[in-house]
């Protein structure tokens, strides 16, 4: 089955303010203090704090958290864009506008905070209270209208094409056309093969992670660490664009051998080695379908 009619092309992007400034007088004191100016050296920058992280840390969470659920469910594909299974969109989207409607909120509340709360702020924690001496500097901080402009979440689907609907015919001829929809069937057909592989590579990099927690010395076993995996489980079938039956049977077999209650795995050693006997067992049975 053609790809365009198992998936589509996702973008997502994300723009957060760094919250720091660079400071050219104290970077030029550093240069002068240690000497590097005179020599026509640089000694670094200095980038003082203006936004405290606190007030930022809320959007780098929404962004952290969504693009967790973006590479749980999309494989990489042409000019930094995800493909996502066509199945997956509703999903998909419900989630993209959750975490924009908490992203609109935090904005509306950091509305409230810019520029007076947050000055102060930085106007206190910037100054030395002992000399009075101070790295505030009330130029470090745009207009309310440009700082918000800073910030921006944004996601699109993309519908996928293939080579057959490329018509270059008018423009180029009937052979030359034929030529340029073989390589464009072929970089597709690689393409396709490489979502591929790169799936039995994050299968191999989650089951490897676990065999070597389980098989270790005391053992630090977090809920994060079998809920990775079992989330891992889910997203194989849809993830196998190539319709492999071994690698669906290879989600099976980890949803059902490597998903025990992380309670249990804490407290029984016996349990650790079986499970972990089973990932190698996994591992062994991925290497010799797909050596990587």
Not at 19 to 25: E, F, N, P, S, Y
Not at 33 to 41: F, H, I, K
Not at 156 to 179: K, M, N, T, Y
Request: charged share 30%.
């Amino acid at each position: 089955m053609s790809l365009k009619k198992q998936a589509v092309g996702v973008q997502s992007g994300f723009s957060i303010p760094s919250g720091t400034k660079r400071d050219v007088k104290v970077t030029s004191k550093v240069a002068h203090d240690y000497g590097t100016a005179q020599r026509g050296q640089q000694a670094g920058n200095y980038n003082k704090i203006v936004i405290h992280a606190d007030y930022l840390k809320p959007f780098r969470k929404i962004r952290s958290d969504t693009l967790t659920y973006v590479d749980e469910w999309t494989l990489p594909w042409l000019a930094g864009m995800e493909v996502l299974p066509s199945k997956q969109v509703l999903d998909f989207g419900a989630y993209f506008r959750k975490k924009k409607s908490q992203w609109d909120t935090c904005l509306d509340t950091l509305s409230n905070q810019y520029p007076d709360e947050i000055q102060d702020e930085a106007r206190k924690r910037l100054t030395n209270t002992a000399s009075g001496e101070s790295l505030f500097s009330q130029r470090d901080y745009l207009s309310k209208e440009d700082f918000f402009h800073k910030f921006s979440m944004t996601m699109r689907f993309i519908p996928l094409s293939d080579a057959d609907d490329l018509d270059l015919r008018v423009h180029v001829g009937e052979q030359e056309a034929a030529s340029i929809q073989r390589q464009v069937r072929a970089d597709m057909e690689q393409e396709l093969t490489d979502t591929h592989t790169e799936l039995c590579l994050r299968i191999k990099e989650h089951v490897t992670h676990m065999r070597d927690i389980l098989s270790s010395e005391n053992p630090r076993i977090f809920d994060s660490m079998v809920d990775g995996v079992r989330r891992l489980a889910d997203t194989i079938p849809a993830l196998n664009f190539t319709g492999d039956q071994e690698l669906n049977d290879i989600a099976f077999q980890i949803r059902t051998e490597l998903s025990p209650n992380s309670i249990l795995l804490r407290d029984s050693e016996y349990e650790r080695e079986v499970v972990s006997t089973k990932a190698d067992d996994i591992l062994r049975k991925l290497g010799t379908l797909y050596a990587s």
